[in-house]
């Protein structure tokens, strides 16, 4: 009987210890961690005067780390150097802010965290958290608030930088490329609103930057800008709400030195608008000689080609773009020439409405339309004629398309010539269109429009998809569409150009306004979509 019950207490005590084995080694199902972090204490204290410490530690509840540190945190004065900040990727209960700048005199600086202090675990943020002190006997209240936009699409930029800088005998509009602000903002990755906070009283120009770089200053080839006209004043100005509207500037024309990249062709690189370029040869040649020059369409660059060849050691060009005027001096190598490449565009499916092109990578001097035909499905001969683009070098066949047709192009040999008197072999492309389901076509009403405006569909990255300039009201009417969503977009050209403008910052210039449906247009093959946009005043 006792071996019975040492058995029967054995199993039992067996039994347990898998049991809790089993229990160890199993989750416990218990509620997932969603609080962020608390702050413990900070030292020296949040929001201390008088400040004249070079390290600052802010103590947690629980281990964290930083994430995104370097895109969340915004100092405000920004430091000349930047201060070391610890932890970067591993845990710790404590962050450590090391301080290597000299610090300015009676002025509160402000370390906005943004979201990037996070518990260890899963990563909740401790959200918006801002480190504040002054060196001098108070801290500064005042504050600037507002909101971002962008000037030509409807989506905005994350990180946005909205900065103040002091109107004072040393400010001029020039700073922003060379210095860094007085005070700093941004709008993080998801709101567009911004507010500047801890200012001291004075008169300040309010600017903003996509700062890709994180310099805090403005690069004009690659960074976005924005900025309130007239100065502002604080404390008056504290309860207004401003808007501020980014574009990317059109970059100033500088021409690059050219070169010679193969046989009687140069390459003339530029930056900014290259439309009213002239290059010349100040060289002395023959009454033969013949230059040409068109865009490269992969490269911000000018394709010089020249013929005859010359037996000379260089060429001196005179380059002039409005004002600008530049002499370079190219050396002149033995090198082999390009071959002709002739290529058509569209392929397969074409645009009742579109024109069929063709063009080349040598410049066209002339073309033989009687070595060109074009007969549709039923091998009925199509007229046509031809345009000449001597900027894109190439040719616009235009010829009058139906629905559900095809048509087959011919080009004989010798119908086209290069610069270099090289000709063209047999060339056969086959293009169609399609009935009319397979198309999308778009009415536009506006609604208090002032004219002239320019009415465009973009696709989903507001690409231009069709246009049309209106001067009066009248629907607009888009035919022939692909089926696919569009954007519908109204530009206000108030220069009367015909092309929207972008706004120029030290021209004080602001944008051409823009203004966008807010709802998708849905393409929908075989259908015909009213759309009305009621636009403000």
Not at 398 to 406: C, E, L, M
Request: net charge neutral.
């Amino acid at each position: 009987m006792q071996n019975r019950f040492y058995n029967i207490l054995f199993f039992i005590s067996i039994a347990l210890i898998i049991a809790s084995c089993a229990n160890r080694g199993t989750p416990s199902g218990g509620e997932k961690d969603i609080l962020p972090p608390e702050i413990v204490k900070s030292e020296p204290e949040n929001y201390t005067t008088n400040f004249n410490s070079k390290e600052i530690r802010i103590y947690f509840n629980e281990y964290i780390k930083t994430k995104d540190l370097s895109k969340q945190l915004v100092i405000s004065p920004p430091m000349k150097t930047q201060p070391d900040i610890t932890p970067l990727g591993s845990a710790s209960k404590y962050i450590t802010i090391k301080i290597f700048d000299t610090l300015q005199p009676n002025t509160t600086y402000a370390f906005n965290f943004g979201n990037s202090i996070v518990d260890n675990n899963e990563e909740n943020a401790f959200k918006y958290y801002r480190y504040v002190f002054s060196t001098g006997s108070y801290i500064d209240s005042l504050s600037v608030k507002g909101s971002i936009k962008d000037a030509l699409i409807s989506e905005v930029d994350d990180f946005v930088s909205v900065a103040l800088y002091e109107v004072d005998s040393t400010y001029s509009d020039s700073l922003i490329y060379k210095t860094q602000p007085n005070y700093i903002t941004n709008t993080l990755d998801s709101t567009t609103s911004f507010k500047v906070e801890n200012i001291k009283a004075g008169k300040y120009m309010l600017r903003a930057l996509k700062d890709r770089n994180g310099d805090n200053k403005f690069q004009q080839k690659t960074e976005k800008i924005a900025f309130y006209e007239t100065p502002i004043t604080l404390p008056q100005d504290t309860s207004k709400t401003f808007e501020l509207e980014l574009f990317a500037e059109k970059p100033n024309y500088r021409a690059s030195k050219p070169s010679l990249v193969a046989g009687e062709k140069i390459i003339f690189g530029y930056e900014g608008d290259y439309k009213n370029t002239k290059i010349e040869l100040l060289s002395k040649v023959t009454d033969s000689f013949k230059g040409r020059y068109f865009k490269d369409e992969k490269a911000d660059s000018l394709l010089y080609f020249y013929n005859p060849k010359l037996k000379v050691d260089s060429l001196i060009f005179k380059v002039t773009n409005l004002k600008a005027i530049d002499t370079f001096t190219v050396k002149i190598k033995d090198k082999e020439r390009d071959s002709l490449v002739v290529q058509a565009n569209p392929k397969g499916n074409i645009g009742v409405e579109k024109d069929f092109f063709i063009s080349s990578n040598i410049p066209f001097e002339k073309i033989d339309e009687t070595k060109i035909t074009i007969r549709d499905k039923d091998s009925a001969l199509v007229d046509f004629k031809t345009e000449y683009d001597s900027l894109k070098n190439n040719y616009a066949v235009k010829f009058n398309k139906t629905q559900d047709n095809k048509y087959k192009i011919i080009i004989l040999p010798d119908a086209l010539t290069d610069l270099f008197e090289n000709t063209n072999d047999t060339l056969n492309y086959s293009v169609k269109t399609l009935t009319e389901y397979k198309y999308f076509n778009s009415r536009i009403i506006l609604e208090n429009a002032k004219y002239p405006v320019i009415v465009q569909l973009t696709d989903s990255k507001y690409k231009v998809v069709a246009e049309q300039y209106i001067e009066k009201p009248q629907p607009v009417d888009f035919r022939y569409l692909d089926p696919k969503d569009f954007y519908l977009r109204v530009i206000y050209d108030s220069n009367k150009n015909g092309k929207y403008d972008t706004g120029d910052y030290l021209k004080g210039i602001q944008p051409e306004r823009v203004s966008y449906h807010p709802d998708v247009i849905e393409g929908t093959a075989g259908f015909e979509e009213v759309t009305t946009l009621k636009l403000l005043d």
